[in-house]
Nanobody, 127 residues
Framework: VQLQASGGGLVQAGGSLRLSCKAS????????RGWFRQAPGKEREGVTC????????YYADSVKGRFTISREAAKNTVYLQMNNLKPEDTAVYYC?????????????????????WGQGTQVTVSS
């Protein structure tokens, strides 16, 4: 599976951005797709994920109520709508796909469970 993330940019605090993650290749066995982020000097962390089977989702507490993950199956694309952005949301955002049937989107996404990764897109929130 090849993943292409886009939509990052510079925005003021309180603003919004929508990230996109388009998949191509062997997507028929995808179990879930997730978004992760890595801020400067910090480890990569799971943000949110969505199950391919039923569209169920999970969010990290830090983004709950502000971020929304959704999917458009016909376009093999998952979106991350980010509202009320804060400076602490500044990071490189990565999308990833999971295909191992042992795992799914049942909690904050664990990067060790994800097989395929996009290239990352920078989100910068100014105060």
């Amino acid at each position: 599976v090849q993943l292409q993330a886009s939509g990052g940019g510079l925005v003021q605090a309180g603003g919004s951005l929508r990230l996109s993650c388009k998949a191509s290749g062997a997507i028929w066995d995808e179990t879930a797709r997730g978004w992760f982020r890595q801020a400067p000097g910090k480890e990569r962390e799971g943000v949110t994920c969505i199950n391919s089977s039923d569209g169920s989702t999970y969010y990290a507490d830090s983004v709950k109520g502000r971020f929304t993950i959704s999917r458009e199956a016909a376009k093999n694309t998952v979106y991350l709508q980010m509202n009320n952005l804060k400076p602490e949301d500044t990071a490189v955002y990565y999308c990833a796909a999971l295909s191992d049937l042992r795992y799914g989107c049942y909690g904050v996404p664990n990067e060790d469970e994800y097989d395929d990764w996009g290239q990352g897109t920078q989100v910068t929130v100014s105060s």
